[in-house]
């Protein structure tokens, strides 16, 4: 290896002959400098600028939008009618009427069957059901999603356990009515946790519904259960039961739903435009038409059988419409931008959150 000459090299012993273009490098040719120029000018237009009045970065969503598919509505929607089924079976025994046995045990077979389902859906979104089982080693009230494994699992074996003993004489009658009232319980927090779930994150439209979200699914698996039994009543005492039941969801749909909206644009009205517009807002505004009318078609006179199917139907078509609309409600909420911005802006400067003024020093 030769020395490097320090007096007429730079030191790094490079070859000078490194630097010659030769061959087909040597023979390319550059445009003016000018539309080189104009060029790289056109192209910086097209970069947002940010808007001082209403700043975002570069309009970049701040969260990332729900990775959830269509089988997550799918299970709030049969989730919460199984557990409402569950919940007027409950109900139905303590009339204490022989005469209601039947439905009793029809509300237990569709708690069983909705759960079932239920679980075949959540797993199936969890992508392997040893993930399901892996949320069973721990019990975390802090966790909605925890707290709802529990409770789905608690469900349909004290289901069958009432279905298998209601009705009957002795200590195995006294635990069915046991196991029918545990059935009710599990049941109502099948049918409300959902929205305690959705409303625990930060999407603005769902944060901002926090405090009615939960009474919302509720009053819709209510409304959900009470359509589906419409189909397979026939009793008029258990009529009687269902049609409370259903008429006392529906309204309570559609007052909560009207508090929703509310709630969600009471900070910022940006909040609540995907319950207004786009896919989410016709998802909304069809499942509130649908409710009303399956409302008010069963308060009419009449009890045939047509009229009750088409009460069922729309009361169906409505709690299901609800379900995905506020799901996609909550992924065109997490993609816009200037919402998430605006509503921390508006909690920021708000005077209930404002810092207390520090203590005058009077030594």
Known sequence: MKPVDWMRTDGRDISPQLGLLEGEGALQETGPQEEHVEKISEDSKKILAPDDADPTYYDRPLLKEPVWEWHVPAYYFVGGAAGAALVMGAAAQFDGSPGLKTFVRRCHAAGILGSMISGGLLIYDLGRPARFHHMLRVFRPTSPMNVGVWILSAVAPSAIMASLFHGRRGLLG?????????????????????????????????????????????????????????????????????????????VAELASSIVMERQAGRVEERVARPLQRGVSGTLWKTATALTAGSLLLSVLPGKSRKKRIATGI??????????????????????????????????????????????????
Do not use: K
Not at 339 to 351: G, M
């Open 314 to 363: 729309l009361g169906l078509a409505g709690s299901l419409c609800l379900r995905f609309g506020t799901h996609y409600a909550g992924v065109a909420s997490a993609r816009d931008a200037r919402a998430s911005f605006r509503l921390q802006r508006a909690e920021h400067t708000s005077p209930a959150r404002a810092a207390p003024p520090l203590p005058e020093n009077r030594a």
């Open 174 to 250: 006294a635990f069915g009515e046991i196991s029918g009232i545990a059935s009710g319980l599990a049941g109502l927090g099948l049918a409300t946790y959902t929205g305690v779930l959705v409303s625990n994150t930060a999407v603005p439209v769902w944060q901002e519904s926090r405090r009615v979200l939960p009474i919302l699914f509720g009053a819709s698996a209510m409304a959900s259960a009470g359509s589906l039994f419409d189909f397979l009543v026939e009793d008029r005492q258990a009529r009687r039961i269902t049609y409370t039941f259903g008429t006392i969801g529906r």
